[in-house]
């Protein structure tokens, strides 16, 4: 689960780097914008779900 947990952290990082690529451009593509950030959205909703199902795990 840490190994899945990690690699969505580093895949929304990515994300992340991609939209301040594309919005540092002179003309920023709104459509790639808004799709880069929807799925940055969706990695933060997956990381959070995982990290609540974690701590309601018992050790």
Do not use: G, W, Y
């Amino acid at each position: 689960m840490d190994q899945f947990l990690k690699s969505l952290r580093n895949r929304k990082a990515i994300v992340e780097a991609r939209i301040v690529e594309e919005q540092a451009r002179p003309a920023p593509d709104r459509f790639r914008l808004h799709t880069l950030k929807k799925l940055r959205l969706q990695f933060r909703e997956q990381i959070a779900f995982l990290e609540r199902a974690n701590r309601l795990l018992p050790i």
